[in-house]
């Protein structure tokens, strides 16, 4: 398969952990930029080193070879979109080695090898490879379009929202607490549906636990409002059940031919996920909002993201929101 140009690739990384000796796949807090070509103890002895296919490091616990890399990249690539340029060795390197580790591998052509065998075993595999950095209120403008977004809705129908990468939960419980301040209500006419690919994001979202340095952006009376302290005295807090109500989580691969949503929808909240993608996939996922939008809905994207490639599709009404080209808005 040709693998797609390299882009600019801004991401943290959010899941390195190869000193650890657990075979525990559980995530570092999303914020947690723990550099992608961080040194771990393991690494530390780094000489590059031609071998008969291609340039390997030596010291390392385990192989891993450039071709290595280029088979992790195209299968990425293949199944979730993600385009990983080729500055990303050390960070795959560091992110798999706790699974070849966990699972008893040798080398990464032998963990890649059973990843091609064991279809149990591709979950973790991009759970392992995403990044997943997000925060409460992020792109704090799009909350205040919303706010007014949901003024504007004069008929008498739940308002509905998919938030299509959701992360760690912090995006569509930021919707949430938006509708219900807007409706002032615990139970606004509103459904969320917040999916992503990665399930280990997508597991903590559902329990809505946040350390206290995750809520450094929510209001004092916000947190009053809508969280409630944790068991364990560390400053956590706990989502409301009445916030967690609002919202359906589930498992959305982006790039499945299928996606398990219906529209219409007010809002497709799809922000900081097509920095990833290249273009193709990106007009190719934008193609299928569409369809899914209501004449009067709006696409949210990232401070970084445009949309304008697919102009024949989505039209800006400024500050990275987008409207079908038939759409009423100005
Ligand atoms: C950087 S986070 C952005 C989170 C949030 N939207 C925000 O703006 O704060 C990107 C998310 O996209 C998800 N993602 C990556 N590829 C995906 C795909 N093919 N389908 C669905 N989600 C994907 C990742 O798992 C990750 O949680």
Redesign the pocket.
Known sequence: MAFPPSFRDSRNDSKSGARSGSGSLRPKSPDMKSGGARASGIETMKTVVANSSAVSVQGREFEFTNADFERVRNLLYKN???VLSSSKHDMVYSRLARRLRSCGDQTFAQYLRRLEQDHGEWETFINSL??????FF?EAHHFEILAEQFKQVKDKRPIRIW?????TG??PYSLAITACDAFSSLTPPVEIVA????TS?LAQAEKGVYRRDRLDRIQPTHLSRYFVPASGNDGSHTVRTELRRLINFRR????SPAWPVQGPFDAI?C???MI?FDRPTQYGILKRFVPLLRPEGRVYA?HSESFMHAADLLRSIGRTVYVRLDSPLR
Not at 130 to 135: E, H, P
Not at 195 to 198: A, L
Not at 252 to 255: A, G, M, P, V
């Open positions: 979730a979109g993600i995403t990044t997943n950095l997000t925060s992020r938030c299509c990468a959701s992360s912090e995006e999916s992503d690919i990665d994001v959305i691969n982006l790039l909240f922000r900081n996920v990833y990232g």
